[in-house]
């Protein structure tokens, strides 16, 4: 039987069955094909990036970032972007996961030559995911996790400077997210988690580039880029929530592949209407950390007062309506500023920057 033909090109042997689509192509089709629907992701309508614009990569040095890193730095060559492009990675302190992961970004910065931000959860918050992890057990912390990380890439992209967050979130991310949110009845959060860019006022604008990319897609792209990554999952997410959306996901995949766009698609059609709106809370800044809130103080100080204060996982109700001041003796967070421009490795001296050295087909 003869080998079956790239259905692109027609000349090439196919190596590759799309999850996305079914398509069988080659290496180079499909290397084309992925890199041409994350740039119709980041110029459909106005596009999501600037000419000059300064825009921190959130690297772990998993798949998603590592691709993100690559994919941007040959796009914004192959198509002229004008960007300055930063790694900024986040330390939560997880021993034996974020340590490992850390040193595959510092390869990443070195391949690529991009400038890299490291801010630790201890340096910020006085707290190591190890050390919430042994006080509130192993359930719910994810939640401590996510609101932590969230406020450190803003303040790792103020110390740096820049104007924009990019992050990996794929495709199966997104439609996980809106299923945990139907799940949840949490509205808010439902009519803004498929929005390829965000940005509230004081917080700095974040972008999702591989919003329609299949996660298989990306470990595909990554295997036969032979890009470095680190493929190891963090040891405390098996718990973790979004594993049962997870789950129920990759159930309607095998029997839909097209399952993960159409929920994207359905989470876009939900719209919130003027009266549920007009009952949310207003925006405002943390009266403690001078973070964005809907409160008086924001989640990561309540959360963090609860730790300081030796609770379980009852810091996760800890109230955020709590005066200025924290009680004495506990650590807080320092106050947020844009712009404080810090802390940023160089790439190692006498290596051209990988976007130069990329092969751009």
Known sequence: MPPTPCSLCHTARALVKRPKTGQQVCKDCFFEVFETEVHNTITEGKGIFERGEKVAIGASGGKDSTVLAHVLSVLNKRHDYGLDLFLLSIDEGITGYRDDSLETVKQNQVEYGLPLKILSYNELYGWTMDKIVEQVGRRNNCTFCGVFRRQALDRGAAQLGVDH???????DDIAETVLMNIMRGDIARLGRCTAVTTQS??????????????EKEIVMYAYFKKLTYFSTECIYSPD???GH????????????????????????????????????????TCLRCGYISSNDLCKACALLEGLEAGLDRSALRQKQDSTSAAPTGHRTIPMFERYSNIGVTQPTEGIEKAIQAIEIR
């Open 245 to 284: 959306a997870r789950v129920f996901l990759k159930d309607l995949e095998a029997i839909r592949p097209s399952a993960i766009v159409d929920i994207i698609h359905s989470g876009e059609s939900f719209q919130l209407e003027q009266s549920v709106q007009k009952g949310m809370k207003a925006m405002q």
């Open 240 to 242: 973790a929530y979004r």
């Open 165 to 171: 967050i990019v992050t990996g979130h794929n495709a």
């Open 201 to 214: 006022e004081d917080t700095i604008k974040r972008s999702k580039p591989f919003k329609y990319a299949y």
